[in-house]
């Protein structure tokens, strides 16, 4: 594996340390924490919204300190302080730590809330900790003052495909020098309800039809109709290969590769065919230095719409062709947590190569007829570990991919 990506002339033209993964964390309606989670993948799904239950910000923060801070940066925080407990003490200085996390839509549930404070109560009224509840950054900046890492401190805001880039960009910090370990992933809390109002982010999504009138969760199922909205967190503890060995860490894969584009064609829909989500994944393979026959297993976006499930099955279709390896999306128990989706997914990934399992695509019962790529349905799947891509596709065609595999010499 190693020796194949490293002969890929693409990948020798600009030189780049390797990547291991050293941490992980998840926060979700299945499971808060890596094993519950990865189990409640592999169970039923309740219908509707998948909110997060058990969850106690307190575990984290002091009492004022939570009130002062939004739900997805709670999740955030908690998130990255679960995968640097997993990840053991690194040990390097903080100014080479960086966190670039991610999210899709930030404090919305504290916007609404002080919205609401402004018609019914006046001005007066709203909270000065409006703007730090509410902006995107918020997430990260906590992580990093939290434990002062100084280096590189970002959040990427690119609709589903957030917490993706967010590792991608990530993986390069390291790969290129620029940092030595980074704490990536992505929150979501965008289906809070305050008091009666009901959230406004489910509204959105609901007059916009994507969501499923039935809230079931059906990837690439012939009665798919609509994804069903979640919440949750991710994170992942990525550190310069020759640290995590030096320091004997758990490793529990490698990035490889990495790949984003964009479709340039719509606000919502997939380019037609998902031209650009072949494109990126064939981008993240180059560089990779991977081919299409290295993929042992695809955790696919599959978000249970019509238009995107289909374009992402014709752009494997096209990628793979008929010999496709095997398919799954866990979005059918986990819904679609939006910007934090991919981070979570990255987690699953990591957690089926610990495993030796890819977790079904739950809610699948009868394949869509037009859909011909070999998917993971029923029940859990044995896996030997090898190169894993994972996709995200968001609104505004934003397309990422990450080529993560098992660590080796």
């Known amino acids: 594996m190693a020796s194949n990506a490293s002969n890929h002339p693409d990948r020798n033209r600009i030189p780049r340390r390797r990547v291991a993964i050293t941490g992980i964390a998840a926060i979700s309606s299945c499971g808060i924490g890596k094993d519950t989670f990865f189990d409640g993948l592999c169970l039923q799904a309740p219908v509707g919204p998948r909110r997060v239950t058990g969850f106690d910000p307190t575990g984290w923060l002091e009492p004022k300190e939570a009130k002062r801070t939004d739900r997805f940066a709670q999740f955030s925080i908690a998130a990255a302080d679960m995968a640097l ?11 080479r730590i960086g966190v ?10 504290t916007l609404q809330e002080q919205l609401s404070n402004l018609i019914q109560k006046g001005p007066r009224r709203v909270s000065p900790f409006l703007v730090p509840m509410m902006m995107c950054n918020a997430g990260a900046a906590g992580i990093s003052m939290r434990h002062g890492f100084s280096g590189p401190c970002q959040t990427i805001v690119t609709a589903c495909a957030s917490s993706n880039h967010a590792i991608s960009d990530a993986y390069r910090q390291i790969a290129f020098g620029f940092a030595d370990a980074v704490i990536t992933g992505g929150a979501e809390a965008a289906i809070e309800p305050v008091g009666e109002i009901p959230p406004i982010g489910e509204v959105a999504f609901t007059q916009m039809t994507a969501l499923s009138s039935t809230g079931v969760s059906r990837p690439f199922d012939r009665d798919r109709d609509g994804f069903v909205i979640a919440e949750g967190a991710a994170a992942l503890v ?13 490793i529990y894969g490698e990035i490889l590769g990495t790949a984003a584009n964009a479709d340039a064609y719509h606000i919502t829909a997939p380019s037609p065919s998902g031209e650009g989500a072949r494109l990126c994944m064939e981008l993240a393979l180059k560089d990779a230095g991977l081919h299409a026959g290295d993929i042992a297993h695809i955790n696919a976006h599959g978000t249970s719409t019509p238009l995107n499930d289909l374009a992402e099955a014709q752009a494997l279709n096209k990628l793979f062709g008929s010999a496709s390896p095997p398919v799954s999306s866990i979005k059918g128990v986990l819904g679609h947590s939006l910007g934090a989706a991919g981070a979570l997914e990255a987690v699953a990934v990591c957690m089926t190569m610990e495993k030796g399992l890819i977790p079904p695509t739950v809610g699948l019962d009868t394949q869509d007829p037009q859909i011909e790529i070999s998917i993971v349905k ?13 996709n995200s596709f968001g609104f505004g065609g934003h397309n990422g991919c990450l080529v993560i595999g098992p660590y080796s010499l």
Do not use: N, Q
Request: proline letters at 9%.
């Open 85 to 95: 407990e997993d990840a053991g003490r690194i040990g390097l200085p903080k100014d």
């Open 100 to 109: 670039i996390f991610a999210t899709g839509i930030g404090g919305l549930a």
């Open 378 to 390: 029923d029940k859990a799947m044995p896996f030997t570990p090898g190169p894993v891509l994972s």
């Open 238 to 250: 990525l550190e310069e290969m020759s640290s995590a060995v030096e320091r004997d860490a758990h």
